[in-house]
């Protein structure tokens, strides 16, 4: 079993000051490092192929795992017996990200991320509507990413209402029922970017309807890449919602199935935030030496939560840039960044790859 | 008539369509094709220049009159014609001139061939299906429109492979393990020949007296084509009795090289390169050796060289080698002797270059050829005569 720190989960989410913070995540990161070594066969392998320091390294200089690692490799800290939960990426190519969770770490994962929403959206729980197909959530097997999404978001809302049928189409009724029963009052939207965006705002503007909420939430993340795409930047698809749906606070965040309950919300300047348990670092593509702030390269992220599997230090695909720490003018502390998109894959050649 | 007209043509893309000709199978004259395939070798020569196509100049300087002479001459193949084969290719996604050596030799032979090519062939592929048909439409060239003919199609329309696999005395499938067992299921009674997984390692050893520029440059040209991702693209990197300053001088001569070549390397590689040395370590527990000569010792990474990049293991097994994809990650090992090679069934070629006379390591390997000629073709490939094979 690994131990927090008394009271880690009590810290404000965002009212942490970097030194103290840095300190936090020095002293816990490197306990997680030592106690995924013993208890993950991969990760030790990792660890050991160049022997250093893991236990009295700071927590920018742990083994960043490379996130695709969770697809081809058994990187577990768990036995099979102790397994509540295995969480995939909804990646839509090749291989699914397998994350093995027990009892703990999914509760963790609920109570973080219940904190780091509560600081949005207040303890009052609102009427929601989820852009998707109650089907989704409900679909057996291990649990998609979008799934973990909409289950993990939902309780943050009360009288749910899906605003899409099972065949992903727009139910007008359905949402002109939510609208004018609680249109008036606080409610909270959520969906996954390219979802709200093409089976909810283009839906709906197509059909010339829009509505005009007092007082609603939006919360979307999913990735930006389709967006990009169709050429959508985040300016145009927030004016296509103001246009759409009204007086709507829109918040993208940033996040992955490696990380579930770290997630990082967008702040009124457009900047994604990291909470108190988790911190971005920016690594250069060409050897991961760490860049400044400023600087554009590959996202590392660092979580507190993960201790059924060696994922505190991931380091992932995106391309990303910090723009400080402490110093963002919404005034939140911890450091506040941006994400630019994937690195494009790389095209496989050759012999194994023949037939297709 | 042979029932290619069974194949759903609203499924095909054909590049190359049957002539009329195509369906004619009596024997044509050996000197004629060897007189085509070689003008063919002269038409490319002045459509690219090799700043822009060094493969497909490599092709064109192979199949060039003077060279076809010799490896026909040498070769054990009958071309006296005595019936004509039909031979159904299966060229791999982007190897991309591999299936044009495989087709002319067979052309060469006198046979019929029907090559299908994948829809995610990369430009040269489709480049060089142009230049041939462009070609075929020459007075020199009309012989091939009898010979050859390109067909495109989704992998899984199996019911088109089982057609075009019936129609033919002969499959050849250029491509790896999971691709060959695939194919082999159709049909299963074809004859075939097939290239499965394999890989190839370098042997340099240097000193004092070494051109190291002309080693540095002819290593690059084995790595950097095909992103290294060819079979025959060396993976590993083994030292034969070579000190430190040798190789640091090297790998310095290799990164003022990588400056001003031509290769396919972008940003994504660069990620390969890091998920892919983590994937050995995670897998197979591969040892780095750090050479950085920090004092803090810092995780495993590999060490940057432009473009690619490499990393040096205290042990190398055959598993690693079959596991590497290639993406330009150069994995090194000092040995002090050859001996000390990750020979095994998959291991297709060693390149070389020594102080004294290469010997061969105890262990299995397909072909050994200098540095610089990794990717150089050979009627005899990963031990299979192509040149007998066609002409049975």
Known sequence: MFSYPPEL?????????????????????????????????????????????????????????????????????????????????????????????????????????????????????????????????????????RAAGLQGLSFFGRH????????????????????????????????????????????????????????????????????????VTDEIFKASIYKTLGKVNVHDYYGMVEQTGTIYMQCENGFLHTPAWSDVLIRSPQDLTLLEYGEAGLIQVNSVLPTSYPGHCILTEDLGTVFGEDDCECGRLGKYFKVHGRVPKAQVKGCSDTFS | MIHLVNVNQALVDWHIQPSNGFFDETPVLHDDIVDAVAGFSAYLFKQVDSKQYPEIVSLAFWFRHAHLKQVLGESKGDFSQKNVNRVFHIAPANVDTVFMYSLLLSVLCGNKNIVRISQRSGDVTKLLVAYLRQYMKSAEGALLASL???????????????????????????GGDSAIASISDIAPKTPQISFPDRYSVAVLQLDDTSNIVSVASAFLADVLPFTQQACSSPKALYWLNTSRIHQEKFWHQVNLLLASSIHQFELSHK????????????????????????????????????????????TLTSSVLAAHTGFGLVIEKDIVSVDEIACSSKLQTITHRTLSDWQNPNGQFKRVVPIGKALEFSPVWDGVDLLQSFSQ
């Not at chain 1, 690692?69 to 990200?97: C, E, H, N, P, W």
């Not at chain 1, 909810?200 to 999913?222: E, K, M, P, V």
């Open chain 2, 271 to 314: 990620v390969e390169q890091h998920v892919l040395l983590q994937r050995l370590i995670g897998n197979f527990g591969m040892m780095i050796i750090d050479e950085t000569g920090k004092k803090i010792a810092n995780f495993a990474q590999l060490v940057n060289v432009g473009v690619i990049a490499r990393c040096k293991v205290k």
């Open chain 1, 9 to 145: 989960f009590d810290l404000p989410v965002y009212g942490l000051p970097s030194t103290q913070k840095q300190a936090m995540l020095n002293r816990v990161m490197s306990q997680l490092s030592q106690h995924h070594y013993q208890h993950c066969e991969a990760y030790r392998r990792l660890l050991d192929s160049r022997p250093f320091n893991f236990t009295s390294a700071a927590h920018t200089e742990q083994f960043p795992v490379a996130a695709r690692l969770f697809k081809d490799l058994a990187l577990t800290s768990i036995q099979s017996s102790d397994v509540f939960r295995q969480m995939r990426s909804s990646g839509t190519s090749g291989q699914a990200s397998k994350i093995t969770l027990d009892g703990e770490s999914a509760k963790r994962q609920s109570q973080v991320l219940v904190k780091i929403l509560q600081s949005w959206l207040g303890k009052q729980r609102r009427p929601m509507l989820l852009i998707d197909a109650p089907s989704t959530v409900k679909k057996a097997g291990a649990m998609t990413a």
């Open chain 2, 148 to 174: 050859v003919s390109v067909i495109e199609y989704d992998a899984q329309y199996q019911d088109i492979t089982e057609q075009l696999s019936h129609w033919c005395g002969l499959r050849v499938v250029w």
């Open chain 1, 160 to 231: 749910h209402c899906y605003a899409l049928n099972e065949e992903m189409e727009l139910d007008i009724d359905k949402v002109s029922d939510f609208f004018s029963e609680y249109g008036k009052q606080p409610v909270l939207i959520f969906g996954f970017t390219f979802i709200v965006w093409q089976k909810f705002i283009q839906a709906l503007a197509q059909q010339n309807i829009s509505f005009d909420f007092a007082d609603a939430i939006l919360i979307h993340g999913g990735g930006w890449k389709k967006m990009q795409d169709q050429a």
